[in-house]
């Protein structure tokens, strides 16, 4: 068989075995398994196990779990609420104010979490109701929280930035600096947004009323800052420990889920059902990545072995005769296309090792270009029809919310994060100058 | 569903859930681990040779040893834009089917697995590190999990045609 047949009906024969709904680590394993078997000759019958090998050698995979138990133990233990509440309060008296807060809440969530799963359930089980009762648009709702969510990759620590740094073969800790710049920027815009939508429109995001907000007074105000207090140190304590090279990426993340534990505990909000929902969510989540990734290793490297590789590069650099920019933009788009199907971390390691060569090759930077294929993942995953967090946000939402409203709920936050992309694409250095200032060049 | 065919998926699911409530405290063991070693390296410049590969076995063991547990729970995420619209019926029939690409996979991954925990068995062989451990245990834990993932999926593949045929799976 030709390059371009294998590469064709591996891609087409997974597709249509996630579209029967089957679990995604089966259909990856099953292309990858009988594509081994069928089409590598010897050692084919190997290759499934020796991918698991590979994640054993991974050694910042480690984190992949400990940054999820700090997510649940946070969330499990009500401090994302509290976190909420300040934001509420705070924000509360302006036009689209709770929306606004929601952003606020999403980014100090980020930079405690790894993953934007997390984002999104607190974002559903606290943010949503509040903002029903009191009369937010419902597809404002919905879009500010699938957009919010979606920084949680993006800001530091960031779980498939991990899993790029290793596949890249990039230092973690430039890429995970190299994304704040751009995921503040996120931010902004979309509370810029939010902010000038509900001030043209007051009744989509009606301010608190005013006798709401006298009733807390302003020494409980000032107390509630201090929620906001908490996340900012565990974010500062595990990050500064890491940069200074106290402590190693890996050791980093046991500090930050240590922290999330004390934090709990000083809040006397450690009991038993709590530290049993966060280890058995912690395990539920870890499973299902880290299974995936171990079954797209092995989808990857038969993709990759048998040459479907040089099918794509090919016809990127030769069939399409494609220059450099044009290449990057066909790239995303790929990302996009592949992202309605497939999480970002089974994309990652299916795709990464396939288009970080030819993005070298071009002259790009690889630190860039991980923050490029993470902001594009997160469209990706907006994007309808299909896409991960439209389905997430569907299962969480209630009834009332169709998922008509979800899919035009998006329409203008996907539009905010790809003028973001093309930003720190046409500016490189908006998301190169920290990790450059920091080490150096 | 006959009689002993309810046994065996009866027996699977105590064997995924006892593994995997094992499985669930290990997360505790690499944390403390990570802790203490970080904290003796940064007080007393103490090293330890064993700890990068300590953690990857453990996080190996864990996902692992966990798998059939977080199957159990629901955990593994699917493509869910048709699937979520049919009846119960036919979700299984289409499980049914489906499912025996889940158990080819992973009798794949058993059989691999198992000839590789053979050789390291036969030829003792060690990993090429200072610390040099030898690889069989880690290899037979990661077979270990692998297999009783695959006695789950099995299991469900049971429950799935039970369910397709309108039997009551209980």
Known sequence: MSNELIALTMLGGMLLLLFTGQRVVGAIGFVAASAALLLYGTGGNQMPFNAAMTVLDWYPLVTLPLFVYMGYMLSESGISGDLYRMFHVWAGPLSGGLAIGTIGVMLAISAMNGLSVAGMAIGASVALPEMMRRGYNKLMITGTIQAGSSLGILVPPSVVLVLYGIIAKQPIGQLWLAGIVPGLLLAGLFVIYIGVRCWLQPELGPPLPKQEREEVSWADKLRLLRAGAIPLVIFFTMMGLFFTGVTSLVESSAVGAASATIVAAAKRRLTWDVTQETIRKTLSISCMFLWVIMAALCFGAVFDGLGAKYAIQGLFLEGWELGPWETLIMMQLSFILLGMFLDDTAMLVIVAPLYVPLVMRLGFDPVWYGVLYTITCQIAYMTPPFGYNLFLMKAMAPNDVTLRDIYLSIIPFVGIMVLGLAIVMAFPELSLWLPNLVYGE | ?170
């Open chain 2, 1 to 170: 569903m006959p009689r002993p065919l309810r046994l065996y998926v009866r027996a699977v699911d105590a064997l995924s859930y006892r593994l995997g409530r094992l499985a669930v405290y290990l997360i505790f063991v690499m944390m403390g681990t990570l802790l203490v070693a970080a904290f003796s390296r940064v007080a007393f410049n103490t090293s330890y040779i064993w700890l990068v590969e300590t953690m990857q076995f453990l996080l190996v063991a864990y996902f692992l040893l966990g798998g059939a547990y977080s199957m159990q729970l629901g955990a593994h995420v699917r493509m869910d834009l048709f699937y979520e619209r049919w009846s119960e019926r036919t979700k299984a029939a289409v499980d049914a089917v489906t499912i025996c690409c889940l158990i080819f996979y992973l009798a794949m991954l058993l059989f691999g697995g198992w000839s590789s925990a053979e050789y390291a068995l036969r030829y003792g062989e060690t990993s090429r590190s200072a610390w040099s451990p030898p690889m069989a245990p880690i290899k037979i834990v990661m077979c270990l999990g692998i297999a009783v993932m695959l006695l789950q999926a099995t299991a469900r593949l049971l429950k799935n045609v039970a369910r397709a045929l309108g039997d009551t799976v209980e």
